[in-house]
């Protein structure tokens, strides 16, 4: 079993691929995450964004997930997706947005840095975006091939987005004394492999009534 503090992937700006779509549905009350879970970035919300971060609930379902973040008892955290587990209605279909990507979620402390992730620099919320898998870290809980593959869409639809993304790492990578998510189960090299496949996107579903409908629609500022 590969050891996730060693999930570390650095990207060739070369092969951005081209912007693509999200299967993406939003949480009902995005509004309370983005009031109370999440931060105005520090660094440029699309020039600063240098990467994205790997994690594991380490609880069972998404709801699970975002009622935690919403706990008084728990540490105040988010993250900007989550991805279902198969147990849950959205698996196959669609991840979860909980926080805005212009804001900075907290899903890594601030002080926390590697070394060999983007020269050491700190501040990981600000200059990042945050993914959660949906596993609970536990003997027997595998990762979906969806949730993995999932996972590296999130990851080529951010490199496509953001001119300066180049950093993927578990939270284990940039956390090693207090975390170890996502975990010796993910199938790191698989997911790599779907991150730098040129056809990685072919086998996913995107809704291509929505992407037609994009394709008329004035995108505001972007
Ligand atoms: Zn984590």
């Not at 991805?83 to 804001?103: D, F, R, W």
């Not at 300066?164 to 090693?176: I, T």
Request: neutral net charge; hydrophobic residues 40%; contains cysteine.
């Amino acid at each position: 079993m590969a050891d996730p503090k060693g999930f570390i992937l650095e990207l060739d700006p070369v092969k951005r691929p081209k912007l693509q779509t999200l299967p993406e549905r939003v949480v009902a009350d995005i509004a309370w995450y983005n009031a109370n879970r999440a931060s105005t970035r520090r660094f440029h919300p699309v020039k600063g964004i240098e990467g994205a971060v790997i994690h594991a609930t380490a609880g069972g379902t998404s709801a699970g997930a975002l009622s935690w973040w919403k706990d008084p008892r728990g540490d105040p955290a988010s993250a900007h997706w989550i991805v279902p587990a198969e147990i849950e209605a959205e698996h196959g279909k669609s991840v979860i947005a909980a926080v805005y990507e212009a804001l900075a979620a907290w899903h890594v402390r601030n002080d926390k840095f590697n070394p060999k992730v983007n020269g050491g620099k700190k501040l990981i919320n600000h200059w990042s975006l945050g993914i959660e898998i949906v596993n609970t870290q536990k003997a027997g809980d595998t990762y979906s091939d969806w949730q993995v593959a999932t996972t590296a869409l999130l990851v080529r639809y951010c490199w496509a987005k953001y001119p300066n993304f180049k950093w993927v790492c578990s939270h284990a990578a940039v956390d090693p004394a207090r975390r170890s998510d996502p975990g010796t189960a993910f199938p790191w090299d698989k997911f790599v492999a779907l991150v730098l496949a040129d056809s990685g996107d072919a086998g996913l579903e995107i809704d291509a009534v929505a992407a037609g409908a994009r394709d008329g629609v004035p995108c505001g500022g972007c």
